[in-house]
């Protein structure tokens, strides 16, 4: 398989990259830092910085291949804060987790004729804490996306969107408060692999962790927003 990963040098997308190259498939790996990547059989390093729309627009389109796996992966938190976002970060939290997405599959989705789309979304989407702000909403947009695609390339095209809770990574590494049910990096690649193997629509994990989430917004929105209040800010 050609398979096509964002996200590639580090944490998730750097899992991935090592359980796909398994002797069958032919990776692309994107990244700004792709040094690790260089040199590893089966796997083509792209140096593309996903918040410079163009350019990722641009390669895209200009890169002729057939891909029958594509896992849209990166992404960025800000350091959780509760002040207000500046524009700046706001709009590159978007640019990287959501119109990267659009931009790349534009040129690509053309020139697939089968096989799968992947989104790394996230349990953030579904609860937005006050100190998350960008973040969660990136990630609710993408799950709109993941909804509208799904829908438009059915039957031919898979579109698989996951919603992973805490996974112990660079980006989980630089929080400084209480992640419930946080997984190693293993065993959250498990679940991501199980998923895109069994082709599910869509895909949050871990279970307990997604069914309190669930339970929280069945309450009163006053309630919800009191321990929002108290917990996420
Ligand atoms: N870890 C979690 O608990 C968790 C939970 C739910 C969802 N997720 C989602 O899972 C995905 C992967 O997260 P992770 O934990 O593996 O994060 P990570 O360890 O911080 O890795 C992020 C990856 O994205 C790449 N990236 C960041 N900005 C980029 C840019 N401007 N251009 C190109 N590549 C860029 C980084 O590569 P370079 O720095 O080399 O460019 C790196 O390979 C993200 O979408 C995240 O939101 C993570």
């Known amino acids: 398989m050609n398979i096509l990963i964002t996200g590639a040098s580090r944490g998730i997308g750097r899992e991935l990259v090592n359980r796909y190259n398994n002797g069958k498939n032919k990776i692309y790996a994107v990244a700004r830092n792709i040094d690790s990547l260089k040199g590893i059989e089966n796997v083509v390093p792209i140096k593309l910085d996903l918040s410079d729309l ?3 627009a641009h390669y895209f389109k200009n890169l002729d291949v057939k891909f029958d796996l594509v896992i849209a992966n990166a992404g960025i938190s800000l350091p959780h804060s509760p002040s207000f976002t500046p524009f700046e970060d706001f709009k590159k939290t978007f640019d990287v987790n959501f119109f990267s997405v ?3 599959l534009e040129g690509v989705v053309p020139k697939m004729d089968k096989g799968k789309i992947v989104f790394i979304s996230s349990l953030a989407s579904l609860v937005a804490a006050p100190s998350s702000m960008p973040y969660s ?3 609710r947009a993408l799950n709109s996306y ?4 799904r829908n438009l390339l059915a039957p031919d095209i898979k579109v698989i969107n996951i919603l992973p809770g805490f996974i112990k990574t660079d980006m989980t590494d630089k929080n400084d408060f209480y992640m419930p049910f946080l997984m190693d990096l293993k065993d959250g690649v498990d679940r991501i692999i199980y998923a895109i ?4 629509k869509e895909y949050a994990f871990p279970k307990r962790f997604y069914y309190l989430i669930k339970l929280f917004n069945m309450l009163p929105l006053s ?8 917990v996420g800010r």
């Open 197 to 200: 193997e069994k082709e599910k």
């Open 223 to 230: 309630l919800q927003d009191a321990i929002l209040r108290k």
């Open 54 to 56: 163009e350019k990722v």
């Open 146 to 149: 993941a909804q509208s695609l």
């Open 102 to 104: 659009h931009a790349m």
């Open 137 to 139: 909403a990136s990630k």
